[in-house]
């Protein structure tokens, strides 16, 4: 029972810092027909941004200037180099990003060093929020939630309720159509570009002190990002939410198990024998859990590609 | 003609390299000989037949690591193989290993596909540090080259032609695929799909099949590796493999076939050459990357074919325009150079932080044999000024050009999508 409240406890925190990055990427996929591989670098600047500026000021004000910064980046990136090489087609368009993405990386680990930094939560933070079953339960990942649900519904009623998110949507759906009826697309699709950077800067800028902030946290989130996208559903963002849910909790509960195949083999009387052939048939759930969003991916891709709220391929 | 000249001239300094090259170079150039088969191997896939993979380090490392195992199995006594043959494993896993995860990641195209291969490739990188049988764990696995013959593959320099020899093949056997009807049937899979369908192909299993073939060559490329370095990690399935070829590829140039070969050859030259000068060389190895996917497109191979044609041509024009833009070219390079230098040896945390301590002062660094002081403005302003000239000189140049081209300035702009 504890191991199950405090999974799904993490496995929601985590499934909610994933959501505010892919939410960002799955819009900008959805507008420009772009996988941004950039996207989790985007993230990864966040964390190091903020956590320099917290250095320098306070835990408060790193949170609001670090995703600034980095949505000054991505508008940046969109106006002077991806609407550059627009014309030449998506494959180029993902090389740039790819690019980028690599460039990050390195200028990362020029300016903080090819390690680890010690980004950790403020101090009054740092303490335990409840205690559930004997377990503490840290008041940093109730924070991190809180900021999840608060960008989750300024989200919502911003596409949802207001003018702008209806254009928005529309431009997701139909850009030619809604160029034609006189709104500039190109300036919304600058708008959510920035929107999105902003929400993976803030990502990062909460999450870095959650998870680890080093120069491959960018690579590493990047797949688990397009993992969420892939399975919710390319450009939907309720797709996202969900996927990112269920991908958080997969995570977290797949740790803690230590069940493999020949213990599945073994309820059929095989169990001998797989653990005879070994390699795959031994592997428990636990030390499987990093390949388990790939193998999820996989499975979503081949069977139903355009995911679980998605209507195009 | 101009074209078999190059190549002979290529091959013969490629052949005569050891008589005036050290050792050292000697393994650089192994590696650099190596990244270009894989290159070529990539480019089969990504550039010929369109479907850009980003895993394809998977099939690489699946060669690399059959070879180590068929070595240690030679070594043994288990099975008996000539050495210089033992590459040919690398091929053989590669083409399984492709010719399966093709079967998949065919299924979809377009960025789909891109993602499969990635998901793919991640999966086994994740895999493997588990699988300690086939991948060695943490620590790799390691062999030695047993002697064939007179050979006894203890220097450099038979490995270096073994490797040669391997890669010149493998090229060759690119280059007669291409000219064959399947090689014109991949390109068909790039330009139309649904064509290729309508024509009787069975478009599923003719990528599959390129998928294998483009794996099989990336399996004999790392298979080379595992021979030439007689040792395999699973770090050789991590992203950053996948990543450098590529860069290698589209640098050098997808639309040309000796394109990517380029490619790698120039990284892995520029790579031993500026290591030696700063540890930001995968930097900037980055940078140039960025800037030619947004201003050459189609790489440095087309750009050379540009200024041949235009020689022939004798448009001497466009020929005093480029050299014209060379020189802001310079300047910007320079200037960037120096501010990303002088930046990154002050954020060195460890060296210079302790020096600031010790001296109680901001010591100057030394870029390109001269001191800048970092505390003084001059430092970050003269490299700033020299970006800004280059800039500001290559839309001059750009905007006559535009002016000659048509009477007027074109205000260009982007249509809306």
């Keep these: ?313 | 003609m101009l074209r078999l000249i190059t190549l002979a001239l290529v091959g013969a300094v490629l052949i005569a390299a050891p008589l005036f090259l050290e050792p050292h170079s000697i393994g650089v150039l192994t590696t650099a000989l190596i990244a270009a088969l894989f290159a070529m191997a990539f480019n089969l896939l990504s550039g010929r037949a369109g479907m850009l993979s980003f895993g394809h380090a998977a099939y690489f490392a699946i060669g690399g690591f059959a070879v180590i195992h068929t070595m240690q199995a030679v070594e043994s006594g288990a099975i008996w193989l000539p050495t210089p043959l033992v590459p040919l494993m690398g091929g053989v896993a590669g083409l399984i290993g492709g010719l399966g995860a093709g079967f998949f990641a065919t299924r979809r195209s377009g960025v789909y596909f891109s993602m499969v291969t990635l998901a793919l490739a991640e999966m086994l990188h994740a895999l493997a540090p588990n699988l300690g049988g086939f991948f060695g764990g943490e620590v790799g696995l390691t062999s030695m080259r047993m002697p064939w013959l007179a050979f006894d593959y203890g220097s450099e320099n038979q490995v270096y032609f073994t490797v040669l020899a391997w890669t010149v093949f493998g090229i060759a056997l690119l280059y007669a695929y291409n000219q064959t009807l399947f090689g014109r049937l991949t390109v068909g899979l790039r330009e139309s799909e649904r064509r290729i369908s309508f024509l009787g192909y069975n478009a599923h299993h003719t990528k599959i099949i390129v998928f294998g073939v483009s794996a099989m060559f990336s399996g004999i490329a790392g298979g080379l590796l595992a021979f030439a370095t007689e040792s395999m990690n699973y770090s050789m399935l991590g992203m950053g493999m996948s990543a450098s070829v590529v860069l290698h590829t589209f640098v050098g140039g997808s639309t040309v076939f000796l394109g990517p070969a380029l490619g790698a050859l120039i990284f892995a030259l520029f790579g031993s050459l500026v290591s030696d000068l700063t540890k930001n060389w995968l930097l900037y190895q980055g940078i140039l990357f960025v800037l030619i996917m947004m201003f050459m497109g189609d790489g440095l191979a087309m750009l050379w074919i540009r200024i041949v044609n235009e020689c022939r041509s004798r448009n001497w024009d466009a020929l005093r325009q480029r050299v014209l833009l060379l020189i802001p070219g310079l300047l910007i390079t320079v200037g960037a150079i120096t501010i990303l230098e002088v930046t990154s040896k002050i954020l060195d945390q460890q060296q210079y932080a302790t020096s600031v301590a010790r001296m109680n002062a901001w010591p100057p660094v030394s870029v390109f044999g001269v001191s800048w002081d970092p505390t003084s403005a001059l430092t970050w302003l003269l490299p700033l000024v020299a970006i800004l000239v280059g800039i500001g000189f290559v839309y001059l140049i750009l905007a006559r050009k535009m002016q000659q081209r048509t009477g007027t300035i074109i205000m260009s702009r982007e249509p809306a999508r």
């Design chain 1, 1 to 313: 029972m504890e191991f199950i409240v405090v999974s799904t406890l993490n496995g929601f925190v985590y499934g909610l810092l994933l959501f505010m990055v892919s939410a960002g990427l799955t819009l900008i996929f959805g507008m420009m027909g772009v996988v941004n591989f950039a996207h989790a670098s985007l993230y990864m600047l966040g964390a190091y941004l903020s956590f320099t500026i917290t250095r320098a000021t306070n835990f408060w004000v790193g949170l609001l200037i670090a995703p600034l910064i980095v949505a000054t980046v991505g508008i940046f990136i969109e106006r002077f180099m991806l609407r550059r090489v627009h014309g030449f087609g998506h494959s180029q368009q993902l090389l740039l990003t790819f690019g980028i993405a690599f460039v990050v990386e390195e200028v990362v680990k020029v300016f903080w060093g090819n390690f680890p930094i010690a980004y950790r939560p403020p101090g009054f933070l740092s303490g335990a929020a409840f205690t559930i079953f004997g377990t503490n339960f840290p008041s940093y990942r109730v924070f991190v939630a809180v900021v999840a649900i608060l960008l989750l519904g300024m989200l919502y009623l911003l596409l949802q309720k207001t003018r702008i998110g209806i254009i928005v949507r529309a431009s997701v759906q139909r850009p030619a159509m809604v160029s034609a009826l006189g709104h500039n697309v190109p300036l919304i699709f600058l708008g959510v570009f920035g929107v999105g950077a902003w929400m993976a800067g803030l990502a990062g800028a909460v999450g870095g002190a959650l998870l680890t902030t080093s120069p491959t946290m960018a690579a590493e989130m990047s797949v688990i990002a397009f993992v969420v996208v892939v399975v919710g559903g390319l450009g939907s963002l309720l797709g996202a939410f969900i996927s990112s849910l269920l991908i958080g909790l997969l995570t977290s509960f797949s740790v803690g198990f230590q069940v493999s195949l020949a213990d599945l083999a073994n309820v059929f009387g095989f169990g001998d024998a797989a653990r005879r052939i070994g390699g795959l048939l031994t592997l428990d759930v636990a030390s499987l859990s990093a390949s388990l969003p790939a193998l999820l991916m996989l499975i979503v891709l081949l069977t139903r590609p355009a995911g679980l709220m998605g209507d195009r391929n």
